[in-house]
């Protein structure tokens, strides 16, 4: 299957992104681990992982010995920690990719707090066996450097545990965003959780009581349309988009994206509806990226592969820092970026896994060139705009969005010629 885009004179859409898959999983994990479950999580998002989080929970209810997440690292990472203090003998498997996907700093802390966990096949890295039961708690140090995940699941079940949890974050911490989201959540469903230091996080016992919830929209599925709002201004269209039930206010780290593009020629309004981006034809970006052309993605990550190809369509050079995590994620999305950004001549490079780096070198683009996704939604997000400069460019794969945004290429439909 293969998706190809072809750009509009004017781009005008009235969009309903996905609610928030990150603040859907840490609901559908909190709430499992409720005394009681009393209410429906409002407005949950509806995707491959929401999904699969939502069956695993539902298969260790019944008493299933394998637990099957496919791609989604969330609930590799948290039904890790939810298995390892719920009674029972589970094997928690994924995809071929899956278990390529490092889980030993998660596997060993859950061990220092007397977790039974085994690997099944290679050392530090799924499947894993894990032999539920009470675990009293106490104090554990992580690396706080590689995924803000692990140490989200950590911090959900520590009011779970008889002796709370004091977390100790060792390193530069990467996400710290995504850890304040967790911890909210924690704490709209009762939890107590507090930052002792920079580095340290004390959860109190006591559990949780479940409680009314509604998910916000998604700032991650947000990205994409500030792209396109971007590119197509750059190429000469009028922009205006309505991207319903964002708001100025939510704590979702990628949030950033309407500070990121500002400087790329798109103006967000916020409304009661949600935010209306504005860009006006053939607009140039007004003196680049902050920074002097450098952004940091330690507490952003998802939004990399966005800013990325949209730098490279406008011919803004950049360098990235902060890129370590996506070396780990659905696919090796650093050297995936190089790859397929040289397809439309572009010629990037990374410096270790330290930075993403373009300096404006270019070659000669492929003639129709196709773009692999890699089995890797935010792959495919990304590219999609660049058709609007490319003719003839191809989305391979495109339902790979089922995992986070599966009504993408149909909102896509909507955009309307006016001219």
Known sequence: MQQTLKGQKKLVADVTPPTSKSISNRALLIQALCPEQRYTIERLAVCDDTEHMQQGIAAKRIGSALIDIGATGTAMRFLTAYLAITPGETMLTGSKRMQQRPIGILVEALRT???????????????????GKSLRGGEVEIEAGVSSQYISALLMIGPCLAEGLTLHLKGAIA???????????????????????????????????????????????????????????????EVEILLRGLTA??????????????????????????????????????????????????????????????????GVPFTFEGIHSLRIKET????????????????????????????????????SPTITTYDDHRMAMAFAP??????????????????????????????TNDN
């Open 113 to 131: 707090l007397g977790a039974d966990i085994s690997y099944v096949n290679n050392e530090g890295y799924p499947p894993l066996r894990i032999k």
């Open 175 to 237: 996400s710290r965003t995504y850890i304040e989201l967790t911890l909210d959540l924690m704490r709209h469903y009762g939890a107590t959780a507090k930052w002792c230091d920079g580095q340290t996080i004390s959860i109190a016992p006591g559990g949780y009581e479940d409680c009314p919830l509604t998910i916000e929209g998604d700032w991650s599925g947000a990205s994409y349309w500030y792209e396109l709002a971007a590119v197509a201004a750059h190429c000469g269209h």
């Open 332 to 367: 090796d999305r650093v050297a995936a970026l190089i790859t397929e950004l040289r397809k439309l001549g572009y010629m990037l490079r990374a410096e270790g896994d330290k930075q993403l780096v373009w300096d404006g070198e270019r070659t000669e683009p492929s003639a």
């Open 386 to 415: 660049a058709a609007l400069c490319h003719e003839g460019l191809t989305i391979e794969s495109p339902e790979v969005v089922s995992k986070s945004y599966p009504g993408f290429w149909e909102d896509l439909e909507q955009l």
């Open 249 to 314: 206010n939510s704590k979702q780290g990628d949030r950033v994206v309407a500070e990121m593009f500002a400087p790329l020629g798109v103006t967000t309004e916020y409304i009661e509806e949600g935010a209306r981006l504005i860009a006006p034809p053939k607009s140039s970006p007004r003196g680049g990226l902050v920074g002097s052309g450098t952004l940091d993605f330690t507490h952003c990550p998802d939004i990399a592969q966005t800013l990325a190809v949209t730098c490279c369509l406008l």
